[in-house]
């Protein structure tokens, strides 16, 4: 069984920052992604940013691109999604989800979900 444990999120200031993290485990071998999606009130779920294990090849959505990051620690089996720069339009539950194999950026393709945590972000 797929196990998350989320942390990070809360309340930020515009152009502030936040650091979500995701301990996934639970996964038979190394070979597993994880990806960052996010789901503002009244809109659908969308990719954030996602990354291989194996590779650690990852993809970032245009709209935080230059602004975000993800990384990953082998030895913690975390997954970190640093946020600056932050605006309200970032405001949104986020999501950790995992799924076997290499990073894919639609939301269909992992059958693994976090919790969620809710990040707000002031004007």
């Known amino acids: 069984e797929v196990q998350f444990v989320e942390s990070g999120g809360g309340l930020a200031q515009a152009g502030g920052s936040l650091r979500l993290s995701c301990v996934v485990s639970?996964?038979?071998?190394?070979?597993?992604?994880i990806g960052w999606f996010r789901q503002a009130p009244a809109k659908e779920r969308e990719g954030v940013g996602c990354?291989?294990?194996?590779?650690?090849?990852?993809w970032l959505a245009d709209s935080v691109k230059g602004r975000f990051s993800i990384s990953n620690d082998a030895a913690k089996n975390t997954v970190t999604l640093q946020m600056n720069s932050l605006k309200p339009e970032d405001t949104a539950v986020y999501y950790c989800a995992a799924r076997q194999g290499v990073a894919i950026r639609h939301a269909g393709f992992y059958d693994n979900w976090g919790k969620g945590t809710l990040v707000t972000v002031s004007s």
């Open positions: 990354i291989s294990r194996s590779d650690g090849n990852t």
């Open positions: 639970g996964f038979s071998s190394d070979d597993y992604a």
